[in-house]
């Protein structure tokens, strides 16, 4: 009973170093990818250079509903009931003007958010094709993000080098069409 046991313990053993030999497994360290890739660097500057845009003119509607309702508080005792409804609808509606500038230009569903998802959808297609290229070419069977959880990585299967090499050669291919 003691042989069998240690004997299947063994062939355990021994089946799952030959099964984990067979398999190739690289890391890539996504963080650095976005720092050193142009593409996410210029998206970013783009997106943030349109969300300046938006906040300045955020800003300017903010700053004339806030004279309309200054000029309102001075003249409202001195004026008639039918001058200050007119005026109190006309704060109201700037304000669900401003409201709605708001929501649609950077609330979930707003212009700049879907600028962002679009670009990031474009950018992490052509690292996911750099991905599946490298990792077809140097026969690995899996490629993880070490930047999530990898707390070790043996730099000898750090393909990240690799994959940014892959993305370079994508931004000279589609200058030169």
């Keep these: 009973m ?5 004997y299947v313990t063994i062939m355990a ?3 799952t170093s030959a099964l984990l030999a ?3 497994i690289g890391f890539v360290q996504s963080d650095r990818i976005r720092s050193e890739y142009e593409e996410f660097k210029d998206a970013e500057a783009q997106l943030q250079a349109e969300f300046r845009n938006v906040q300045m003119e955020y800003q300017i509607q903010l700053m004339a509903l806030d004279s309309l309702k200054n000029s309102f508080e001075t003249q409202r005792l001195m004026s008639s009931p039918e001058w200050r409804r007119e005026r109190e609808q006309k704060i109201a509606e700037k304000e669900r003007a401003l409201q709605n500038f708001q929501a649609e230009k950077v609330g979930p569903e707003g ?3 879907q600028k962002q998802a679009q670009m990031e959808f474009e950018i992490l297609s052509k690292v996911k094709r750099a991905v599946d290229k490298v990792a ?3 026969g690995y069977d899996y490629i993880i993000d070490g930047s999530v959880s990898l707390l070790y990585g043996n730099p000898a299967f750090d393909v990240t080098d690799d994959i940014l090499y892959e993305l370079r050669k994508y931004n000279i291919s589609e200058k030169d069409q």
């Design 13 to 15: 053993g021994l089946l």
């Design 2 to 6: 003691r042989k069998t046991i240690m």
């Design 22 to 24: 067979e398999i190739k």
């Design 111 to 113: 212009v700049l958010y």
């Design 136 to 138: 077809a070419e140097k």
